[in-house]
């Protein structure tokens, strides 16, 4: 792909994220609500205009981060005003499954593509080039995004057809957050039993670093049983046994303490089906 790139949307992640594009062949449009955000990207060469439709007017792709449905609906909205027949539009924010497919139901007529390309990766990701994004559309679409992706993205997954990419980034935020409130349990009962929080913080993240953290059992094509033959049955058996244990051994920490753990009483009910080998 050689023809133009848009960017509409500079806030935490989108301006790094643009920021490896202002070198881009074909060269690099962007728009932001806030005028003064497009300014570092004219100071490298990149064009700043005022609305989408002035973007969808000389854009081939055009990337959408922005902060939430409502906000996608209008910038699409604009982008269809002058869209030509062939632009792929690619929404980076995170919305509902719905709105995505809406979207490309409404922009099909005109010719005009959407693809939902949720990032993973955070603000660091985006300035890195390392970011994962979470792609659901047509693939001849998919396809020509793939390049200016791949200046801000270290993986670009299709996971299917539009809302498909939005649906696979909802569960990976559901596993983020749900962590994030068992770690604050966690940090309750270590802050009863007098440990210093901050160097248990920084236990956690290094080795998180070395095990993969939450998402080092999410290897299985399938959340069923795991068949007795499993290759991977007797790791996950031995992982299932020793967080039993400590479970309990945590639940009964918390009952000398006083602190009530309910979402740790409830990972104990439900560790075996995580793992897939039962309770």
Same mark, same amino acid.
């Given at each position: 792909? +050689?023809? $133009? ?7 935490? !992640? ?5 920021? &490896? ?7 690099? /449009? ?6 003064? $955000? ?12 005022? +609305? ?6 000389? @854009? ?8 939430? %449905? ?8 604009? !982008? ?14 995170? !919305? ?7 979207? @490309?139901?409404?922009?099909?007529? $005109?010719?005009?593509?959407?693809? %939902?390309?949720?990032?993973? *990766?955070?603000?660091?990701? @985006? ?25 801000? $993205? ?11 990419? +939005? ?42 670093? /070395?095990? *993969?953290?939450?998402?080092?059992? @999410? ?19 031995? *992982? ?7 479970? &309990?051994?945590? /639940? ?18 439900? /560790?075996? %089906? ?6």
């Amino acid at each position: 792909m +050689t023809g $133009a790139v848009g960017f509409i949307g500079l806030g935490n !992640i989108g301006a790094p994220m643009a920021s &490896h594009l202002v070198d881009w062949p074909g060269g690099l /449009l962007v728009c932001d609500v806030q005028a003064e $955000a497009t300014e570092p990207f004219v100071a490298r060469g990149a064009r700043a205009v005022a +609305t989408p439709a002035e973007v969808a007017a000389e @854009a081939d792709v055009i990337s959408v981060m922005v902060r939430d %449905d409502a906000q996608v609906e209008d910038v699409v909205a604009g !982008i269809l005003a002058t869209g030509r027949s062939g632009l792929v539009v690619a929404v980076h924010s995170t !919305i509902a499954p719905g709105t995505a497919e809406r979207l @490309a139901e409404r922009a099909a007529p $005109a010719g005009v593509a959407v693809v %939902d390309a949720a990032v993973s *990766g955070g603000p660091t990701g @985006a300035a890195e080039g390392k970011l994962a994004v979470l792609v659901g559309g047509e693939a001849a679409a998919v396809d020509r995004c793939r390049e200016p992706f791949g200046r801000w $993205a270290a993986r670009i997954e299709h996971f299917g057809p539009v809302g498909a990419g +939005t649906r696979a980034k909802l569960a990976r935020n559901l596993a983020t957050y749900v962590s994030y409130a068992a770690v604050g349990e966690a940090l309750l009962l270590a802050e009863a039993a007098g440990v210093d929080l901050v160097r248990l913080g920084e236990v956690m993240r290094y080795t998180d670093g /070395l095990t *993969g953290g939450p998402g080092a059992i @999410a290897v299985r094509a399938t959340t069923g049983p795991m068949a007795e033959d499993d290759p991977m049955r007797p790791f996950f058996v031995h *992982g299932y046994e020793l967080g039993e244990k400590d479970l &309990h051994l945590a /639940l009964a920490l918390g009952e000398e303490l006083a602190v009530d753990l309910p979402l740790t009483k409830r990972a104990l009910g439900q /560790l075996g %089906d995580a793992f897939g080998v039962g309770s």
